[in-house]
């Protein structure tokens, strides 16, 4: 019996789809459409003024005159560094930065922990600790300002009621650091907050059940699950904060306008001072640059710390 060989074609390799025969260029041309806007905006509001601030600060540009003025070289950016009042804003922002990011992120890491572990309630403490990051710093200012107030004010009252002295916190510098760092972080508190809760839930819940079988407690779980594999969320947390710090203005500016005797002005509202007060649009601008370097070298200090601390890792 003879076997009859099938004359039927071998079948066709199957044709490559739309999304494969689609070149590379396309998708990259489909991307820079699709981000277009965001760089426009980003050209327009962001690098445009930056560039613009770089060329003034060579001129002895006014904010009551139109044009740059005359051509001053570095000469803004010499007085800057030798201004002592300049080096004294700094100071004051880097203390600002030092009351606040610790508390922020210690507070922020440890309700958000609390949050988590509440089984009644727990949407309602999430929007409660949130809710204050949302209020415009201007009506925030108010509100303490308020609080504060000699004689009348709620604090005043609350310690006069307890027998307690009545601190300054608006006339002295220690009453006024102590003033705008609570107001911070009742304010500011909520940002960091639902960053750690957002990295709590990606925690999986397997961990902490093998660790109950093993008989860890919630203080356990805490301590040796929850703390160490936040580490990547805090890093970022406390990096962010920093920078935030660094640049604190509306609450000092509308609780104590830099006060009492410039003792509480950071850098940011010297540069508003220098520049929309003094007019001296140039040299605010030097010092602005100034500024923008040292907040630059802080991000890539952090980012090279960290591009330091995976390589190590994965050698």
Known sequence: MTTVASTRPARAASRPTAVEQRAPGSERRAGLLLSAPFLVIYLVFVIGPLVVGAVVSFFNTTTVKSGLGAWVGLSNYTKVCGDP???????????FTLFTTPPLVVLALLFAVL??????????????????????????????????????????KVFSAVGLPVPDFIGSTA??????????????????????TA?????????????????????????????PLLGRTTSLVVI?????????????????????????????????DTGFTSYRGGYGAAATLIYFAVIVAISAAWYGLRRWRATRAAA
């Open 199 to 227: 990295a709590i839930q990606d925690v999986p819940a397997d961990v902490y059940e093998a660790a109950a079988i093993d008989g860890a407690g919630p203080w356990q779980q805490i301590r040796f699950i929850t703390v």
């Open 115 to 156: 949050a988590a572990r509440i089984r009644r309630g727990r949407v309602f403490y999430r929007i409660a600790f949130f809710a204050p990051y949302v209020v415009p710093s201007s009506v925030v200012a108010l509100i303490f300002l308020w609080i504060y107030t000699p004689q009348v004010g709620l604090a005043p």
């Open 175 to 196: 009453g006024g650091w102590t003033a705008v760092t609570l107001m911070t972080l009742w304010w500011t508190f909520g940002f960091n907050f639902v960053l750690y």
């Open 85 to 95: 009042l300049f080096w004294q804003a700094m100071w004051h922002s880097v203390l």
């Open 240 to 272: 962010l904060q920093i920078l935030a710090s660094l640049k604190v203005f509306d609450q000092i500016y509308l609780l104590l306008s830099g006060g009492p005797n410039q003792s509480t002005r950071p850098v940011i509202e010297y540069i508003y």
